[in-house]
């Protein structure tokens, strides 16, 4: 059965500090997706990134970046200087090839105080 | 312009009343999907079409009854309503078949019953 976890419930970081959002993913598949996903206080679910499990390459977008693990089946997401409207639930979640089994990790809440 | 849109946005009702949410997603993918976030944010797949046929159906009470009139809708009609039903419902939309495919998700409904 595919598990996320996401160990992390709340973090909570002043404007401008560093944050990682830790995630790891148990899944029996050869091959399969991982994702993030930003719940801000608004309620929408926003995608962020999907990454396979080929592609061990670190990403990195503007203030965000993930780092993809495989030998430790990790996928965490950090925020370089982070600013209060990045304060959001954030999930990680992970599927098999065709999206057949999409499982949401808990979610981390993250609060960015000016 | 909005992609996946949901109807209403919140609902309150009454227990043991019946009541439906409507989803619709012009992106024109042929999967689309409902989950419950319950009061912790659990996000939990309900159920999942293709194409107007039911792929997934996880362990819900029969009281949950989806209804896919063609692939860019689908609705959720849920009958004699439980305090325990209280929570924000999600629909989403995939393109199948697709290698990883990303689900987009609509606004949400909060959904309280009294």
């Known amino acids: 059965a595919q598990k996320v976890t996401q160990a992390q419930t709340e973090i909570s970081v002043v404007e401008k500090e560093d944050v990682t959002l830790d995630c790891v993913y148990e899944?029996?598949?050869?091959?399969?997706?991982l994702f993030w996903y930003k719940q801000p206080p608004s309620g929408e679910l926003v995608f962020l990134i999907r990454?396979?499990?080929?592609?061990?390459q670190n990403e990195i977008s503007g203030r965000y970046s993930w780092n993809f693990q495989k030998s430790t089946s990790s996928f965490n997401f950090t925020i370089t200087a982070s600013q209060v409207v990045d304060s959001a639930v954030y999930f990680c979640?992970?599927?098999?090839?065709?999206?057949?089994?999409?499982?949401f990790g808990p979610g981390t809440r993250l609060s960015v105080l000016p | 312009d909005t992609a996946v849109s949901q109807t209403p946005k919140y609902l309150v009702t009454q227990m043991g009343n019946d009541k439906s949410i409507k989803c619709e997603q012009n992106l024109g993918h042929d999967t689309m999907y409902w989950y419950k976030q319950d009061s912790k944010k659990f996000l939990k797949i309900m159920f999942s079409y293709n194409n107007k046929e039911l792929i997934i159906n996880e362990t819900v009470p029969n009281r949950f009854s989806p209804k896919s009139p063609d692939k860019a809708h689908l609705n959720l009609h849920i009958n004699s309503l439980e305090l325990g039903d209280s929570a924000v419902y999600f629909c989403?939309?995939?393109?199948?078949?697709?290698?990883?495919?990303?689900?987009?998700f609509g606004a949400g409904t909060r959904l309280s019953v009294l």
């Open positions: 979640a992970l599927s098999d090839l065709y999206g057949q089994n999409f499982v």
């Open positions: 899944t029996r598949d050869t091959t399969y997706y």
């Open positions: 989403a939309s995939s393109q199948g078949k697709i290698r990883g495919n990303i689900q987009y």
């Open positions: 990454r396979n499990s080929f592609d061990e």
